[in-house]
């Protein structure tokens, strides 16, 4: 007998035309959210730093320039090489389930949306390398919430849509893809 992975991914590459389009499409949304991530603390870099910021609502919405050497809210201080070893593992992680995902059209949402979680890790893992620090610009300030960034709301859009659809719209079946047991194969 023959082991093989179920599915229709099964070819020498393991990969079927469908999945390396979807692949590429993920590319493509990765490297677009990438680039606007960049562009936009490129933005906060040349005209935000050094003054007071900008105010767009009074009392609701500010764009203020912070440089976090932390992770969400701050978290972990100081402790650059501790964040990027956790977001390298964790990209690796989301790596290996966008490469299991089916290509059926019920997991095209799920693709995009790990996209943009690895665009937005990547935005911020660039600017630790480059700056030591994240380039934080938006201040929700009616809540006193945290400065955020671009990168931070794909990363927590995306996780709470991808929350929902695993709780609500995914059968256990549907997630078989992430078992790393393979079927036997009949000859």
Do not use: W
Not at 87 to 93: E, I, M, S, T, V
């Amino acid at each position: 007998m023959k082991e093989e992975y179920s599915g229709k991914n099964s070819g020498k590459t393991g990969l079927s035309g469908e999945k390396m389009k979807m692949l590429i499409l993920d590319f493509a949304v990765m490297t677009g959210l990438l680039i606007l991530d960049q562009f936009t603390k490129y933005l906060a870099l040349t005209r935000l730093k050094g003054t007071s910021g900008i105010i767009l609502i009074d009392g609701v919405l500010e764009l203020q320039y912070v440089e976090n050497t932390g992770m969400a809210f701050s978290l972990f201080q100081q402790k650059k090489g501790f964040i990027l070893l956790l977001g390298f593992l964790l990209l690796g992680a989301i790596l290996f389930v966008l490469f299991r995902l089916p290509e059926q059209k019920k997991f095209r949402i799920t693709h995009l949306l790990l996209a943009a979680v690895i665009a937005g890790a990547l935005g911020n893992m660039i600017d630790r390398i480059r700056f030591d620090f994240v380039v934080d610009f938006i201040a929700f300030v009616l809540i006193d919430y945290p400065v955020f960034n671009v990168a931070d709301c794909y990363i927590v859009v995306s996780a709470v849509v991808l929350f929902f659809i695993f709780m609500f719209v995914y059968k256990d079946e549907d997630l078989e893809f992430l078992s790393r047991k393979r079927k036997k194969a009949v000859e």
